[in-house]
């Protein structure tokens, strides 16, 4: 069994975002970097499958991004994947969710992948779309928003979540791309010695000229800052003080009945 | 203009969000069409072309696909748009591989000629624009208001072949139990608590305001709170007149559960935060200190 496991590196969400030069995306400096989170749902199941397979199994996980995507492949080893490859492309955040698909499938096809997992989007840019187009260019099945995954017998049974936490329960075999979403699994934490091994793992690093690359669909302009309510209030200061403004607030708005005596 | 919209069936009815898809069609002045899978008895009331398939399994990512590109070709719309939903950002960007077109995924407004969506988990948002004459479309459930339409569509039968890669075994429901929706004040947990134990410090407040417990989903895969507090697109939707978000940043899913709320207050470290989207106010604080702080100030005011 060879599985494909698509990473994908991002910022800390809770890291203030300035808009580059361009105003086409963020400006990289002083933000902290990290696996997206969709992706280590699909490390840990791709893992996990390695493990109830035994010996025959092997999980190559594969990024595409500039030199700081290292540090998330592996990550992404020190997990449990076998084999990193490093797609370095100093240009990739800027790139169209069909231009990444385009170098993935570059990359995956003729390499014989049974199985191919992705986060079901980034938290940066929330496309939805790249593991679906990977799938579509190289003639897969694909599923979306897997939050269960079972391998039995050379085929497999999943559960795609749909809204208000309905799900459909499909039964495919390989090979197929999935998406995956939270709740799937729980990632684990790299054990120490696993660390130290990863570190010292060799990558396959491809330069982003000897992949496929397809023109972008589209432009990204005017990245800015999501509009506050603009009634909203924002209170800040030592807790006591905040907390009696906001009691006053709700009472204020009738929140506070003083019936009933504490409950 | 024209927009081909993909509408949505649940439970043998149109769903709710399909008047939406109007409602960004009136907003383009665009002349429509739609397409939808699915048995159904009543259809939306426009004037213009329906395109239907009965069969096929309730899950046939394929088969919805020939659907659309089939009425793609008849009606050359120049852009397909679907809800982002389970269903849209499954089926879209195969039709959008399938036109060779540009996807603009969960698009929440429009920008002289451009689509705003957002970013950075709903902190940030920014404009795209098309670069193919044709695009595919997903606007975000709940940002373009649903217009009410008159007419009567001509029917269009559509055959596609389903497929037989994929084997449908059922639809599960979701586990209930706890009821939010009827809750007049809900204090909600999110990932900001940063441990299980902090729980608590949510339910003391939540029994202060003698309101309900609700969480964001990270809290529930965690098994920090039961499934079935879940607030969000996946979860409940609410409307309280009291939501109380401790520690949750406010992406889009999260919000289209709790947008109906009465009242909105935030604890957060981040002044930054999504959240202050509906936000009425934001303490920027710890929780772990402003939570304890705020239930023994309305226990002694009380
Ligand atoms: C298809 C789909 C469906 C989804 N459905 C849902 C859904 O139904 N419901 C849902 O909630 N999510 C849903 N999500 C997930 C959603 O996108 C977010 O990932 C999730 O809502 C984030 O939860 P959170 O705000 O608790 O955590 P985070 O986004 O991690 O936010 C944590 C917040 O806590 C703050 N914080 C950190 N420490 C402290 C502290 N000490 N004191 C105060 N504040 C602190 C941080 O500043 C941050 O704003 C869905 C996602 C997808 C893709």
Known sequence: MNILVCIKQVPDMEGKFVPNEAGSWFDEAGLAWKMNEYDAFAVEEAVRLKEQLGGGARVTALSIGPARAVETIRKALAMGCDDGVHIDDPDAPQRDPWQIASMIAGFAAGRGFDLIFTGMQSEDRGSAQVGVLVAEQLGLSSVTGITAFEWLDGSMTVESELEGGRKYRLRLKPPVLLTCQPGLNTPRYPTLPNIMKSKRAALAVLSQESVSLDSPKVLSANFRPHEPNAAGVILEGDVDTLASQVLDLLEAKGFISTQGGVR | ?302
């Open chain 2, 1 to 302: 203009m024209k927009l081909l919209l993909v509408g949505e069936v649940r439970d043998g009815r149109i769903t709710t969000e399909t008047a939406e898809l109007f409602g960004f069609a009136a907003r383009l002045k665009a002349e429509v069409s739609m397409a939808l899978v699915g048995n159904v008895g009543e259809f939306p009331a426009f004037s213009g072309r329906l395109y239907r398939a009965n069969g096929g399994n309730e899950y046939d990512a394929t088969f919805h696909k020939r659907l659309v590109l089939d009425a793609v070709e008849r009606e050359r719309p120049d852009a397909v748009v679907f809800l982002h939903s389970s269903l849209g950002w499954d089926i879209a960007p195969r039709v959008a591989f399938a036109m060779q077109a540009a996807q603009v995924s969960g698009v929440v407004g429009l920008d002289d000629g451009g689509y705003v969506v957002e970013s950075c988990n709903g902190k940030m948002r920014r404009t795209v624009r098309p670069l193919t004459s044709r695009a595919v479309l997903t606007i975000q459930p709940g940002a373009f208001a649903p217009v009410a339409t008159e007419g009567t569509p001509e029917l269009i039968a559509i055959e596609a072949e389903p497929d037989s890669a994929i084997e449908f075994l059922g639809c599960i429901q979701p586990e209930r139990g706890i009821d939010l929706t009827r809750a007049g004040v809900i204090v909600s947990a999110g990932r900001g608590l940063g441990s299980a134990d902090r729980v608590e410090l949510v339910r003391a407040l939540a029994d202060a305001l003698g309101g309900e417990v609700g969480a964001s989903r990270p809290v529930v895969d965690a098994g920090w709170l039961e499934r079935a507090r879940q607030v969000g697109s996946s979860g409940q939707s609410v409307s309280p007149s009291l939501y109380v978000a401790c520690g949750i940043s406010g992406a889009i899913q999260h919000l289209a559960g709790m947008k109906g709320s009465g009242f909105v207050l935030a604890v957060n470290t981040d002044r930054d935060a999504p959240i202050t989207s509906v936000a009425d106010v934001l303490a920027v604080a710890d929780l772990a200190e402003f939570l304890p702080a705020l239930t023994a100030a309305i226990r002694t005011r009380r």
